[in-house]
């Protein structure tokens, strides 16, 4: 098995948006999708991990055009409903319409040991369970505490936002970890960005993201840095932690926290202004880190 930079593990789904007085449309992709396309402008060596029925492998061309390593299982594709209630676009109601495929194990291939990332999977029990397996076998983790925090009412199908009892340990087996303010607030109970970074790490986390619609936060080794986004619009919302983590690991790999958090930035920043997964140029993400403004 060719060795792999990052492996991004994840379901595939669709999702209809919608926008704070705006029209309705269809999201085509998941978190695997966006993180792992958001990754690849570095020039790494990236793979993802997924499942996906035959009638639906189109929504896997996006991945293929930007030159990642494809490893797919048929299953189930998860389709979500999204509603934005106010101008403020942390603010969100999700309702599941249909869950995902879950990933076990044994549906990830003998990869050599590798950073991995892990993006919302479904189920609590089968992410932990994976996390445990894929240390085991000497894999380094970055996962997105979003696929905790969110359960699913199983008879309306709304989202709830909820603690999740096992988070000390989650926090200890990855090396990164992903989070946006309101899922930190739920897992610290503080809406005070600093006071949560503190927290998870006082718990554990080795290197904290935490994004927020002024910005990026990163905590790591008892420092917090800070970033805002620069974005002229929000009309790409969707999918803005997924592009902030999967940029941030890919220039991580070689660069400073404090370099990769302006990366990061730019590059998300560039994105959120257009639907769909990040399609600009590296030369633009770097033009935008000067305009980044640290807080």
């Known amino acids: 098995m060719n060795p792999y930079d990052i492996v991004f593990i994840g379901q595939m789904g669709m999702g209809r948006i ?3 007085k705006g029209s309705p449309f269809i999201e085509r992709g998941s978190p695997v999708l966006i993180s792992s396309i958001a990754a690849s402008y570095l020039g790494k060596r990236i793979a993802a991990v997924t499942k996906i029925s035959e009638s639906e492998e189109y ?11 494809l490893f797919v299982q048929p299953g189930e594709v998860g389709e979500l409903r999204i509603i934005f209630p106010t101008e403020n676009v942390d603010e969100r109601q999700s309702f599941v319409i249909k869950g995902g495929a879950n990933l076990h194990i044994d549906d990830i291939p003998p990869f050599e040991p590798c950073l991995v ?7 609590r029990g089968f992410q932990l369970d994976l996390m445990r397996a894929l240390r085991a076998r000497g894999f380094r983790l970055s996962i997105d505490m979003q696929g905790f925090v969110f359960q699913v009412d199983e008879e309306t199908g709304t989202v709830h936002l909820k603690d999740v009892p ?13 989070l946006d303010a309101v899922e930190a607030q739920t897992l610290t ?18 290197e904290t993201i935490i994004t927020s619609s002024e910005g990026v936060l990163v905590r790591s080794k008892g420092k917090t840095m800070f970033v805002r986004f620069t974005n002229k619009s929000n009309r790409g919302r969707m999918g803005r932690g997924d592009t902030v983590m999967g940029s941030y690991l890919a220039r991580r790999l070689d660069h400073s926290v404090e370099d990769s958090l302006r990366f990061a930035a730019a590059l998300t920043s560039i994105k959120m202004e257009s639907i769909g997964p990040f399609s600009g140029f590296l030369k633009d993400v770097l033009e935008r880190m000067d305009a980044g403004s640290p807080g």
């Open 18 to 20: 919608y926008p704070f």
């Open 189 to 206: 109970g503080t809406d005070v960005l600093l006071d949560q970074a503190d927290i998870l790490e006082d718990w554990g986390s080795s």
């Open 166 to 178: 096992e988070k000390k340990e989650i926090l200890s087996m990855a090396d990164f970890v992903k």
């Open 59 to 69: 929504l896997l061309e996006p991945m293929k055009a930007v030159g990642i390593d």
């Open 117 to 123: 990332h892990l993006c919302c999977l479904g189920a």
